[in-house]
């Protein structure tokens, strides 16, 4: 009984060592994306003059630029990257991760 009962311990152990980088690679990964759950394009509550502004700037939820530029590290940006934010130039939700024609590096 007490040898199976190591026996178990040990595979146990094995497999969470096993599983274990999976997992952080996975994360890693998911974090390097970004967080593509977040759906921030619901204008609905904008007027026709702030929707043109989104548009004429070419707004989009996913930087070309990745992580080099995006809303995140843009001047303009306020929030964090869990969640949408605002933009001083953009109005409606913006995307951490998103990006337009006038980025600026935040200082
Ligand atoms: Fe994003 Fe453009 Fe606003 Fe900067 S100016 S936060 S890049 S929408």
Known sequence: ????????????????????????????????????SL????VSGLSAEETATRTNLEYVEASPHGEEKDCLNCRFYTGNESQCGSCTLVKGP???????KSWVIKA
């Open 94 to 100: 913006i995307n951490p991760r998103g990006y337009c």
């Open 39 to 42: 759906d921030c394009t619901d």
């Open 1 to 36: 009984m007490a040898q199976d009962d190591k026996i178990s311990r040990r595979s146990a152990l094995k497999i969470s060592l096993s599983v274990l980088p999976i997992a952080a690679g996975g994360a890693a990964l998911f974090s390097a994306c970004g967080d593509s």
